[in-house]
């Protein structure tokens, strides 16, 4: 599927979404019905954002992504486990919806952890978006100011997630995959992204 899945810049529109995500797989767990989902959070502002006009788009996004886990568990975890197993079953959840951060884990913070480089900065964010521009057109035809929008999403995700302590630290941290993360993507048969985390 990933050779063909195409690169898309949704990530500057749709990004990482935690706290949008569990509200939504609350509702899901609740039994509210999938085409209800998006005007119950546009009725209530379930989202609590300052205008309404993204609200709808934005719960169609978390419906997807929740999805695309075909996983009930994953599900119920996102509605209410800790936040680390709530924000890593988020991550796998965008992992599986876009590409784009999917092979920038990959090919960057899992290189990297395989080689004991625990160095990242924008720099390594810059050099992943030369390449890929370089081996694809649709990305190369993408505008500087889109990826680097999209560059500060990525950022954004991996302090989140607590790959990197703030904006300004080029450390990166140890990110131990949770159990029962873990076992979910073994059982969907997505070991190889199991390298994305620090695993003992």
Known sequence: MASVEIYRAQLTREPFLWREMCVTARLLTEGVPLEEIGERVFRDNLFQYPTEKSLKRMARACVLRLQRLEDAEAVRLIAGAPATVSQQLCLYALLKDSRLLRDFMLQVIAVKYQ???????????????????????????????????????????????????????????????????REIMERHGDQAWLAMFYTV
Request: include cysteine; proline fraction near 1%; hydrophobic fraction near 40%.
């Open 115 to 181: 080689q004991h480089d625990l160095h990242c900065s924008r720099a390594d964010v810059r050099a992943f978006f030369l390449q890929l521009q370089g081996q694809n057109e649709q990305v190369a035809a993408w505008s500087d100011s889109t990826i680097q929008k999209i560059s500060g999403v990525i950022m954004g995700i991996l302090i989140q997630l607590g790959y990197l302590a703030n904006q300004r630290s080029e450390e990166l941290q140890l990110v131990y995959l949770q159990p029962q993360v």
